[in-house]
């Protein structure tokens, strides 16, 4: 294998760039070109997609951040902490409940929201 080696190397390798430097140059500069566009593709259509986010999250108020306990709630004093946090412009707690309806076997989630704190996040609201 180790005598195959440079007769290998010299036909795929050198043998095309020692015939023809310049196609060689211009196959590689046009191999570069077309990953660096298809990477600016990619960074534009990331940008915009992140853009569309943020401009759908200002209109329909969505949250950039939630906070979730368990089923069982957290200690009501860890909302005023997290209101007053850095990097806060307004937070919006909202109480949500599995309640069992009578006589089905369903249960309803029934969600509760400051309105007054939530129309900071949605003023369309």
Do not use: C, K
């Not at 806060?88 to 069992?100: G, Q």
């Amino acid at each position: 294998m180790s005598a195959a080696w440079p007769l290998l190397l010299r036909a795929s390798v050198t043998g095309p760039l020692m015939e023809a430097p310049g196609r060689v140059l211009l196959s590689a500069l046009g191999i570069a070109l077309g990953v660096a566009l298809g990477f600016a593709i990619h960074l534009i259509n990331r940008s915009a997609a992140d853009e569309m986010s943020a401009a759908t999250r200002s209109l329909f108020g969505t949250a950039d951040l939630t906070v979730q306990g368990p089923a069982a709630g957290f200690d009501e004093q860890l909302y005023p902490r997290l209101a007053r946090a850095p990097g806060v412009a307004a937070a919006s707690p909202v109480v949500e409940v599995e309640a069992r309806v009578v006589g089905r076997r369903d249960t309803l989630t029934v969600q509760g929201i400051d309105v007054f704190r939530a129309a900071q996040l949605a003023p369309d609201l």
